[in-house]
Each structure stands twice: as C-alpha cells, then as structure tokens.
C-alpha cells in the first residue's frame, strides 16, 4: 500500500508539472519551443477525412449575449477548429490560437440598396437587446463532432463571389502551429456566412461575439454542434490558455477582445491591426483619404457580409441595409471630427487589458498607418501588460505571408519561428528567445537588417525651421492629393504656390524614432470653405541615389528569393520561399506624413483631441496648429538633407477625377454614392508665418 500511495504522489508530482499530460502523448518542448509532433493533412483534399487525420476539422456555433438580426434569440456566430487529435483524446490539454477575421467566410458577395443618407430607420439601442438563452437538448464531444463534420463546412465557394475564391480563407495561415500541437479556432463573426446577426464593422456586439468565442474555450459559455442550437459541445479539451492573432482588420479584433480583459486571453498578436477606427479614416479632425467616401464602417461591413451573398430574407435584409445606413449616417455627421460613434470604436481608450502583446507594423504602411502600433503599445503599457514590437520596411503585410507563400529573416529566425516562440512563451511558460524580445526588434531602412532597440520618443529632438522670417500662401487649387504623385511631382526641393519648403542638412547620421511635430502658425480667409486640409511631408533627400524601401504605387515592395520552399513548416504543411525585400535607388524618399482640419486648430495627437470646435475659426486670423507626423524608426546618414513641406493634401486618395471631372449621375454608374462622397475643398488656400512655424523631430544618435 506504501508502494501503491507513493507512485500516486509520484504521478501527481509530475502531473502537476506537466498539465498537458506525458510529453510523449502531448506537446513536445525542445528549447523553449514546441516541436512539430503532429503530421499535418491537407484540408483542401478532396479526398479529407477526420477518420485518417491527426488534425480533427469541425465548425460549432457558440452562443452569444445580443440578437442583432432581432429574431427573438441570440446570435449563433460559427467558429472553426483545427485540433489535434491527441488532445481530443484527452491525452493532453491544447493551447488555443484564435482568429477573428470577417473577410474569411466570403467577400464581395452582397451588394445592398441603402436608404439615402438621412433615412435610416435603425434604432441603435435596439440592436444590443440580450434575449433568454437556449435551453441544450443534448450534448456532444469534439471525437463526435470530428466524426460527423462536413468538409463543406471550410471548403465551399459563394456563386456571387466575383473572384470565385475559396473558403474558408487563411484556413492554411497557421499550420505551423497545428503541427506543433497548438489548437487553431477561426470565427468571421456576425453577419457571416454560416453565422447569424448582422456585422457592423468596430461595434461593440462585434468584440462582444468574439469574446464569447474566448469564453467558450475557457469553459464558461454554450456552443454548439449545429447552427439549430440544440446539441452543447464543450471545449474541454482545450488547456484555457488563449492567444488571439490576426492582420489589419483581424489585428484590430484582437486588441478590441483584448480591451474587455476576458479571461484566458493571454496574448495578442497583431500585425497591421488599427487601435484606433477614428485613426484608420481619420487625422486630426481630416478624413485621411484611404477611401473615397466616409462610410468606411459601412463598407467594410458590407465588404463581409457574407451572410447575405444569396440575398437573405426581405425582412433581415432590410433591417440590415438601415442599420448600414445608420453607420454611414453618423460618420457624415461627424465630417472628420471624432464623436461617441467613434468613441466606441476606441480599442486603445481600454482599461481593462490583460494580456501580452506583439505587435507587427509596417512603417511604410499606408492603409493601416504606424500611428496604430503606437496607440496599441501604450495601451497595453498602461495596464501593466507586456509589448515587443517587429518594425518592417514594407507596407500591408504580414512577413510570413499566406497569399504569397513567403517569409522573411527578422535576425537569425524567420517570422514563421518568431510566432511559434512567442506561442510557446504566452500560453505554455517557456522561457525562450521570444521572453528575451527587445522593446523593438526594427528593420533597417539603410541596409534592411533588424537591430534591437528601446529608444522611443526618448525627449531628444532635432529641431527644424524655416529659412526665413517671411508669410507664404499655400493653395490647394491644382495641388496633388496623394504621397505618390506628391513625391513624383511636387517634391523637387523648392517652395512653389502648392507647397511651402523648411529644410536642413544632416551633417551626422540620426535614427528618426517617433511622431515628429510640426507647429504651423496659419491663417485662412476661406472659413466658409468645407474641410480645409493642411499636411506636413517629411523627405530624405540626397544628391545622388541611394538605396531605400519606397513601396511606390502599388503599396508593397519587390522582393527576391533567397531559398525556393527554404522555410519548413511542418511534416506535409506546404513550405514557403525564404525572401528578402528589395530596396531601390532614389534621390529621395518620403520618411513620414500627416494632416489634419484647420478648422480644428486644437486637434493634437490623440484621437479624442479631434471634436468639433464649439465656434468656428475666424477668417484671417492667426492659429497655431500642430501637425504630428507618423511615428517611425528611420536613419538619416550624414551628408543627406531633411526636407520638410507644407502642403494642402498628403496621403489623400489620388483621385482627383472623382471630384474634378464627374457629375453626380457620371459617380452613380461607377457604383459610388455621391452624397457619401467625402466632400473635398479645392479653392481654398491658407497663409503660414514662418517666424513662428518649426518642427521638432524626435531622435537617437
């Protein structure tokens, strides 16, 4: 009996060490990092069956609070799994990665009819009722889902998609993960083919559905087998341990679901993800031009809403096609200030978050601009939480990237080998490289190597004013709206009627490391005018080409292959090409950019800073504005010149068509609705004093 107890406190010692479960059986830890045990399958075969696969697919429907398409019961939102078998089987308890990311389940697929801006009839206090949840009739386990799971459920086109792609998307995104025995759960949310509610892109109910994805794995929530309701599924095999991941509008969902501080939640990763939706669209009381019109919430939505590719039925339709229009509705109204509409759509203004983050930017990022990771960064440092940051060269991507079957080296480790490490670290304790993070892992605008920092708006700064004492007139008439035609055309080194010039040789190479802020003493005669733009464009410029990552039109840099199928993922997990990213010879490059509305001179860097001026300003009078540039690590090398320029627009849509040479009919048969257009101002010009105008620019030497 002695031998028999002390083999129990012997197996409850080692239990207690390894809650997985035997290592043998379970995840396998080399190094402080898991290694790939499990032999991966594909999910597109055609021939796919659980029955001979160590990876187990099915699709539950968990359970949310509110009932956004107001049927009477609350929204279903149908979540993917990818498990290993052997954590089905109960031989060890699985990490979890999660995604939450609209555009998975369809895309392109509705094209509504929305009521005329003004006429929604969408209550918005309506769609947050929380009805009776529903009553189990019986209860089912994940062997049981897995044997009776249909392929179509991850594997189907929508006759309306135009691009004929297949779904579900980025299915494939995280194999490297599976192999190595972490669970992978995808969800598109509400509104979503397969999925009940209406999706309506940064609302609260949104985070709120997602969130009950979270509470489902860690055991305090329903799902269920079939979108009917009736059969409960539990997540018990999962260890309770979460991790949520996800690019652009998925990176935002992560720091939202982050925001409510829901347990389990260890850690984020988000890569390009916006913290701010205010920020996305809008700077300092401007729209910023990523879209041709204001209903961005709209249409993202819209762009997701899978649920309604065959139609749906009259009266959801409807429903949904007013409260997209209600989204729009509130977005004109705000003309580019910020408001409760977006205040609710503020992740970063959180107080509740939880868990670690890494956060990946592109600092050449125009869609989803640098500004976000560091309003993600900050809140997540002011609850205590802790944050590593990788800083690229490239514009909206992620570096080990899905569509194009490639990665990069971020010093000796591929991106692929960075996630399984931080993995590793959140949700299972090692104490590996990924514990060892830096503050900034940055890539190297000079040569494109990564180095290490933790030099952030460390309070050096270089100070850059005009040349003279003298007023100049700026006017938009004429005046290029993007960064693109901007650099092409007007940047060519002198003052013109479409741009006032500051300049300064570099006489000893700095790293640029934050938001520079450019303090602009202005005045304007044309305050009848709507939306009265100023920007600031930061330039590196030499006299002879020098190399530099400039993504040009297209957004995204070249590249060239190092090793074809050189990044392993894992025993049959399709492999990617090792690549670098190519750099390009030029006389100058754009280093950093922002605008803001001079109708809101007190508009700072914060979003919240943005509302409506109670009075509007007066004509010729004198206002002091401060234009905060994108924040970036970037190196001036000795002997370059730093140019800054004042300009009407920058990084505004290059469409100018759309408002010199189109009538509101000409706008409709492009599909794009007039009154939603973001009502740019041409003839409007504004006056700087230089005496009284500088630019401090944060930096290291």
């Given at each position: ?26 995840m396998v830890i080399e ?335 125009e869609t989803v601009r ?80 990564f180095y290490s920092t ?248």
């Open positions: 009996m002695k031998k028999i107890a002390a083999l129990c406190v012997f197996m409850f010692f080692l239990a207690a060490l390894d809650p997985g479960g035997a290592r043998g059986e379970g190094n402080g990092e898991a290694m790939p045990f499990v032999r991966y399958s594909d999910p597109w075969d055609e021939d796919y069956s659980n029955e001979n696969s160590q990876i187990l697919r099915f699709a539950v429907w968990v359970e949310t609070d509110h009932d956004t398409d107001l049927d009477g019961k609350p929204d279903l939102v149908k979540a993917m799994v990818q498990l290993p078998r052997a954590a089905a089987e109960g031989k060890y308890h699985a990490p979890v990665v999660f995604e939450a990311r609209p555009y998975i389940a369809g895309m392109y697929v509705y094209n509504p009819d929305l009521p005329v801006p003004g006429a929604s009839a969408t209550d918005g206090d309506s769609l947050l009722d929380c009805p009776q949840k529903r009553v189990p009739q019986g209860e089912a386990d994940a062997l049981e889902a897995a044997l009776q799971a249909n392929c179509s459920d991850w594997n189907y086109r929508l006759e309306s998609d135009p691009f004929g792609q297949r779904y579900l998307g980025n299915l494939t995104a995280y194999d490297q993960l599976l192999v190595r025995g972490f669970a992978v759960v995808q969800s598109a949310g509400l509104g979503t083919f397969g999925s009940e509610g209406l999706l309506m892109c940064g609302s609260r109910q949104e985070t709120a559905a997602f969130r009950c994805v979270i509470e489902w794995l860690t055991g305090r929530r329903n799902a269920f087998t079939g979108p009917d309701g009736r059969t409960v599924i539990p997540a018990d095999w999962c260890s309770g341990d979460v991790g949520m991941i996800g690019r652009s509008y998925a990176g935002a969902l992560a720091c939202s679901v982050a925001s409510t501080g829901v347990e389990g939640l260890r850690t984020v990763v988000s890569v390009a993800g916006p913290a701010s939706w205010y920020e996305y669209g809008n700077s300092q009381g401007a729209p910023n031009g990523l879209l041709s019109t204001w209903d961005f919430a709209a249409d993202l939505s819209i762009m997701c809403a899978s649920r309604f590719f065959d139609g749906g039925d009259e009266k959801t339709r409807t429903l949904y096609e007013n409260c997209l229009a209600f989204l729009r509705d509130r977005q004109i109204a705000l003309e580019g200030d910020y408001g409760p509409f977006w205040a609710e759509r503020e992740p970063a203004a959180g107080a509740d978050f939880r868990a670690s983050a890494l956060i990946v930017q592109g600092m050449r990022d640098p500004k976000q990771l560091d309003l993600m960064r900050r809140a997540f440092l002011r609850c205590g939480c802790e944050v590593k940051c990788i800083l690229h060269m490239n514009g909206h991507v992620t570096p080990a990237n899905e569509q194009t079957k490639t990665d990069i080296m971020i010093g000796d480790r591929t991106f692929t080998e960075w996630l399984c490490l931080w993995f590793t670290h959140t949700l299972l304790g090692e104490d590996n490289e990924a514990a060892q993070l830096p503050d900034f892992l940055v890539q190297s605008n000079v040569d494109g190597r933790d030099q952030w708006m460390t309070g050096n700064t270089l100070l850059l004013s005009p040349g003279d004492g003298e007023e100049h007139t700026v006017s938009a008439k004429g005046a290029h709206m993007s960064n693109y035609s901007l650099s092409d055309t007007s940047f060519d080194g002198a003052s013109g009627p479409d741009r006032l010039l500051w300049a300064m040789d570099v006489t000893e190479e700095i790293t640029i490391n934050g938001s520079a802020e450019v303090r602009v003493r202005v005045k304007t005669g044309d305050t009848d005018k709507n939306i009265l733009m100023m920007g600031a464009v930061l330039v590196d410029r030499a006299d002879n080409p020098f190399p530099c990552f400039d993504t040009g039109a297209v957004g995204v840099l070249d590249q060239d292959v190092i090793l074809e199928g050189g990044v392993d993922r894992g025993e049959g997990a399709e492999r990617y090409d090792l690549v670098s990213w190519r750099q390009r010879e030029s006389e100058k490059v754009i280093v950093s950019y922002g605008s803001m509305d001079l109708r809101n001179p007190e508009a700072g860097y914060e979003p919240s800073s943005a509302v409506r001026r109670e009075e509007d300003i007066l004509p010729d009078t004198w206002y002091d504005c401060t234009v905060y540039l994108q924040p970036v690590f970037y190196t001036v090398p000795a002997g370059h010149r730093l140019e800054m320029y004042i300009v009407p627009f920058c990084a505004f849509s290059d469409d100018s068509a759309l408002y010199d040479q189109n009538t509101p009919d000409s706008l409709e048969e492009m599909g794009l609705d007039p009154l939603a257009l973001v009502p740019v101002t041409r003839d409007y010009a504004f006056t700087v004093d230089n005496s009284l105008s500088r630019c401090r620019i944060p930096v290291f030497r």
